[in-house]
């Protein structure tokens, strides 16, 4: 049984669980036309499915006070991180959020994402907000299928660099108490 439970200074070290490889199964294409943000799915061929993986981040608890770390545990052994840190818009910015990847397809990113929901509705945050990739598009389904609306695309964030011709696609998310 998987329990979501937030890290201290106790078991600090698991903030800075190990980034898995994921599958990249194809991209989220973002538009926006009359005000309106709309998406659909382009797959990849099955011969061009691969598979990527972030560098690790190592992360320093100590000099990330204002953050709110919270893992998903089986048992003690911590499967899934989700990072939040205070965003100057009132909402909390979900830095990071990784499953192992023993761990994936229980649920497990569903629970951390509900989580870092309940944290930001219970602490009087406007809501939750993140990043995605367009060519990480299960990342993308789970944002898009927990209450994640597309608030922005961002086609320019990785020119220059290894990961040109990617873009980063804005997600937020509100409490009902937040919706007009």
């Given at each position: 049984m998987i329990e979501i439970r937030k890290i201290t200074a106790e078991n600090k070290s698991d903030i800075n669980l190990k980034n898995d490889p994921f599958r990249l199964i194809g991209r989220l294409i973002v538009e926006r036309r009359d005000g309106e943000w709309s998406y659909r799915e382009e797959m990849l061929p099955e011969a061009e499915v691969s598979e990527m993986v972030f560098p690790d981040e190592n992360y320093v608890y100590e000099e990330m006070p204002d953050y709110v770390f919270l893992g998903a545990y089986d048992g003690d052994d911590c499967v899934g991180v989700a990072i939040l840190c205070p965003h100057f818009t009132r909402r909390l910015y979900l830095e990071d959020l990784k499953v192992s990847r023993k761990a994936r397809g229980k649920?497990?990113?569903?629970?951390?994402?509900?989580?870092?929901?309940?944290?930001?509705?219970?602490?009087?945050?406007?809501?939750?907000?993140?990043?995605?990739?367009?060519?990480?598009?299960?990342?993308?389904?789970?944002?898009?299928?927990?209450?994640?609306?597309?608030?922005?695309?961002?086609?320019?964030?990785?020119?220059?660099?290894?990961?040109?011709?990617?873009?980063?696609?804005?997600?937020?998310?509100?409490?009902?108490?937040?919706l007009r």
């Open positions: 649920g497990v990113g569903r629970l951390l994402v509900g989580a870092c929901k309940a944290y930001a509705a219970e602490h009087g945050f406007k809501g939750v907000c993140t990043v995605g990739q367009d060519n990480n598009l299960i990342a993308c389904r789970l944002y898009l299928s927990t209450g994640f609306r597309i608030g922005g695309l961002d086609t320019e964030i990785y020119e220059g660099t290894k990961q040109a011709g990617k873009a980063d696609v804005w997600f937020y998310w509100k409490p009902l108490s937040q």
